[in-house]
């Protein structure tokens, strides 16, 4: 591969109520807090000793300001930068000292619309993993994965896997062989990126890992505890895709997040992906519980790298559907 | 009390496939089978000594032939038929010899026109609670509870406390303060048994305990690995009533069973009872998940214990209600 | 039986620092603080709705004030009384507002020495079973059980089982069938109190309730990263006897606090209690884990009912034992 | 780097009892049998579609006959044959056939002495990781490590580091700043392999990855049961160094074999090694335990791989240490 993109890294949302939020993912998920002002909210798992994973930054609307992937090297992100130009994507470097904790990085609107940024350097922080006595609620441990709704699964799957080096980890095909959606890695578990298809584009979900399942009942627990039962929107169950043990959550803004443990190594070349018929039941909850509408609904919108503004929402190329079990 | 009775004991269902019967209670749910013939099948869980808590006895139709209690002493239980013959309801024998494994007992339809027994001895067999090398699925440790539905909670209720000698625990009531659903105890966990406002007299569920929360979610995992990801009703999750972690099955012949853990201690006399609303979105799941109407309607008939026929099922006292969330 | 003990329900420990004892019981082990002044520490544990189980003292040396069990009712509290009278015990009468938040209540040394307390009634307070938001550390649940090491142990099992009621649920003999320890109940479980050979009358340790393993897993990572490991004296482990899940931790004082969760259901009368030989390696660790001679040796002395002195510790009738496998 | 190695991928012990071994491997530990013959047992663990992680075979004598590698390509193994030889370190192959299951290899003793493997292609069986329902004991996922003393680990760590291309993610130094101990990964956790200074070359332990701290503590419980309490050496615990929960346990050989789950991701070229001083007391055990003698002196013999004897074992660099807390 030409660069070396190593993980999903960080995402930037837009928020209404940074004190909202911060009650929400520091007090109920149990994520740490590494810096926050009045319109800022840096915050990181457990495990983490990059300065942040998820920043939330203070907004009329709530939107998606960027989905973020660390890359190996500069020369790498030099790479990169000039892939997506010969693409003619467009991308933009945002110079070291023009973000807070980050070094320098671009930003892209990649082939389905979703707004990506690269970067290389972040700062770090004390890594709290072994401070127990600070553990709270879900105990995040890191970011894992990003969900996306785009219109076409298979040309988001041909750029990811064919020129940007993601290998394909399980799949969702139609009943006429069409790529209904996919999970494809650069960490070797099942995903650092999921397409759906599905109006696009849109981020569908932020996954973060627990260490353990038990974690992420206890975090239900809290939540009720505290007022946000009305904030788990699907699960606990397990996934038949990927083997993960799940939750989804609605933040305060509408915005999903997943707690997400206990998928597999994907380490090897020759892993053969897994492919899971749109109709199997066991595909999405493998005990065979069904999703809510809302999951299959709604997503948070994304914005122009360039102009801030919304991005477009479309229809998908495949006709929706929602038989007994779908994605 | 006039009589001591002990706790909830055993139940005789009717089913119609004792091998289905079997391969889903010893090999998904882990109960152990003390003995089998063409006709029964004797279930305990890991820390029972006695004999079995579960006799599943072939038949023509899925039914309920009784609930039983164990009973302190020969005295209790001569105490206790002659309370039920005083009180017009015509209990009868059953000599010891004639049921396998238990002593003398005797059988009779309670007020609400359930099948109860009493006993006072059943044989004993080998504790495997230590036998961990034949922990399977859920792991299931001993029988908890009897759920019934009945026609009028509040007659029902005041036999049990009042003559019986049961405790209240927690108790639901409408909003204009009608009882709609009671818990009820000797030994001092949350019941040993609890009546629901519905048709009746049926049986809900009888509840099983495990000793923790991921043998119960091993055992979605398995059940879900041996096709029986639709015998999930409804579940997992943790009740605001009692505080237990829950998960609702049907067995083969659509019989309810809950597994159940981490409610808490009753033992105090001066414990007073937990009122919930019947609005209260917490009260049947804590997270806030809505039970399927499937748990609402359905229930196992049950049999007189004279003529052995289906009692017949009556509309409730208290009109049926379910709003956004009931029992 | 003449009168009712429902069970092990308090616990009067002096300390030296209670400062030192708040961090280490509140915010390490979970317990909630009920009260607190310059000379006391009130502490109770989650599904507690009693005003406490454990109440510290400040004093110039650690000791054990006294051990205390909840009586059904006032006629059953005046029986025990005039009981211990004819027994020539030397009951004291403590009358209702002598002793912050509990009613009337007489103390005693019994047949070993111990000092017990019997009462009826505490005040209570808000249950926070369902107040996840504030779980932290080992999420103690509840007072459990007392463990004394006594001299002569056949000479406490007769006292508690056949004049004050309690049930032995299983016990450890030596090679010539001399009762060397001896596990007691009046609730049922396992038990409200053990006896150990060795010198006495002293505390050996007490027993609180968790509601899982993973808690008391996280409650050792949560003492280390406080830096209290050294607090951490034996376990995490199985016992054999009575198979809960155990952690034995020393305070800041040195008292011995039991993490335990996991034992079974000891409700029926015809229960035989399990027999161990002294020898059988599984006994104490079912993983066969050695205990440490800290152990054996170490206790909490206990203080006389009348002049508050320390109650001199003998040597005990059995000779001391400590072959490969001891208690 | 000229070579991509993978992961650390498979073990091949000889053994002098396949039934002891398929007992021990297969019901207590759950490890699932792919073949087995009179001289061979092919085991695997639950997430695993190779073949085999762990191969035994029958001998007069316990040893270890390699430690195996899986590598990117044919190229990179073609490069890492040449590497080999080049050091003048005599690596063989070993052609497609001669070997079952596997695909062209070569084997080489490395510049400490250990016998190396390096392979590409293994045949693939089923993976079974959702077929819940076979899952027992120790619920094993995968191989995770090697684990080897070695006399020079200085040697050892820039052999691996600077030629091999392995990252460090954790080391302990003595208080003269000499190299104890490293921990040095391919895939982005921990460890594929660390380096102890002792007695050597010998392999210490083979770690396998469980899912989850109750699946632990499952083991030893299920262990205990079947008579193999003697085999569990240190642990349950967390280390400080990797933060995993682990257990060490001997086979009926005494080769060791640790369970280990929730160490931490290291993908990142920017994470800095962590540094742990030799004493500190948190660095083996987070908690405090210390390890037995066992540990710190016993290891399996390994075997030449051109003549197939015992290689000599020898003194370490570095003068033998064990104060209070010792690797």
Redesign the interface.
């Known amino acids: 591969m030409k660069f070396n993109i ?2 999903c890294a960080r995402a930037v949302l837009r928020v209404t109520d940074l004190n909202a939020s911060r009650d929400f993912y520091e ?2 998920l149990g994520f740490v807090v590494t810096e926050a002002d009045n319109n800022h909210l840096y915050l990181r798992g457990l ?1 983490e ?2 300065h942040h994973s998820l920043l939330l930054k203070k907004a009329e609307q709530p939107s998606v300001e960027v989905i973020s992937y ?1 890359v ?2 500069e020369e790498d992100l030099e790479a990169l930068y000039h892939f997506f130009r010969q693409k003619q994507l467009n991308p933009k470097w945002i110079e070291e000292g023009q973000q807070h904790a980050i070094g320098r990085a671009f930003r892209v609107q990649d082939i389905s619309g979703l707004p990506l940024e690269f970067f290389v ?1 972040m700062d ?1 922080v004390e890594r709290l ?8 609620g879900a105990r995040v ?2 970011i894992d994965h990003f969900n996306c709704m785009v219109t076409d699964v298979q040309k988001a799957y041909d750029f990811y896997v064919k020129e940007l080096g993601f290998a394909c980890s399980e799949y969702t095909e139609t009943e006429d062989k069409q790529l209904w959606a996919a999970w494809l890695h650069r ?2 578990n099942v995903h650092d990126v999921a397409f759906m298809n599905g109006k696009g584009p849109r981020l569908h979900h932020i996954g973060f890992w627990l ?4 974690s992420l ?2 975090a ?7 007022g946000y ?2 904030s ?1 929107e699907r699960g ?3 996934h ?1 895709l990927s ?1 993960a ?1 799940f939750l989804y959550l609605r933040d305060p803004d509408g915005h999903r997040i997943e707690l997400y443990t ?1 998928d ?2 994907t ?6 992906p897994i492919r899971w018929d749109i109709n199997d ?2 595909r999405q909850t ?4 069904q999703a809510p509408d809302s999951w299959f609904e709604e997503a948070s919108i994304v914005l122009d790298v360039h102009d801030d503004k919304t991005v477009e929402v479309k229809e998908p190329t495949l006709q929706k559907m929602k038989p007994t079990f779908i994605i």
């Not at 380490?267 to 053969?272: N, V």
């Not at 493998?286 to 519980?289: K, L, Y």
Request: aromatic fraction near 14%; include cysteine.
């Open positions: 190593i993980r007090r109920a495990e000793y990059h660390k190996h090297s350097k770090t993993l072994q401070r127990y006595d600070l553990y709270r441990q890191r960490k070797p260490s353990d399942q038990l009942i206890h239900c627990d809290v939540l009720a505890s505290m039962a009305s788990i606990p169950g397990r038949g083997n043990f206990g597999y190594l380490s090897d070349p020759d892993f053969q039941p066991r493998f005990w065979g519980h």
